[in-house]
């Protein structure tokens, strides 16, 4: 996402009431929204993959995140997130819950999501240069615990993949 695109600044009961540069809203750590994504497989796993996070430094993220534009659906953001990292077009989605902005979520409204590989598969885009693996709540839980060092803040947040698995029927 190119840092001149516009989000939307939150205000104190999470509505928006301004639009700022994305390099703006980060660097000043505003409040703004976030969507995350869990694709789990038949068997209640979800996709986690390796990229990029802030640099160089690669680690193990969520299935699909991204920050919602000013003016863009909570929805929408969630579809172009699935296209652009896992390469997935008009995935299903279950809205699970909102996690308020603080400093533990790098102040971004995380929008909770749940989606299942249909007919399609995970395709990601070359450019990604990302591999994934379906892992259980007990493995994401060894990895929490033993490699933290190794999972983006998105893993580390438990209440990101306790909405998840508990939203898991969809």
Not at 21 to 43: N, S
Not at 121 to 149: H, T, W, Y
């Amino acid at each position: 996402m190119p840092e001149d695109e516009l989000l939307e600044v939150l205000d104190t009961y999470g509505r928006p009431f301004l639009f700022m540069p994305q390099r703006t809203v980060l660097r000043q750590k505003l409040p703004h929204r976030a969507v995350l994504i869990g694709l789990l497989d038949q068997e209640q796993k979800i996709y986690i993959h390796e990229q990029h996070w802030k640099g160089s430094r690669k680690l193990w993220d969520i299935s699909a995140a991204g920050l919602a534009l000013a003016g863009e659906s909570a929805e929408d953001c969630a579809r172009r997130a699935m296209w652009k990292t896992l390469g997935i077009r008009e995935p299903a989605l279950r809205l699970l819950g909102k996690i308020a902005p603080s400093q533990r979520t790098e102040w971004r409204q995380n929008i909770i999501f749940v989606s299942r590989p249909s007919r399609a598969l995970i395709n990601a885009p070359p450019e990604k240069d990302c591999s994934g693996i379906f892992v259980d709540q007990d493995e994401l839980a060894a990895l929490r615990r033993e490699m933290p060092e190794l999972l983006s803040p998105n893993l580390l947040l438990e209440a990101v993949t306790a909405l998840i698995w508990q939203g898991q029927a969809i």
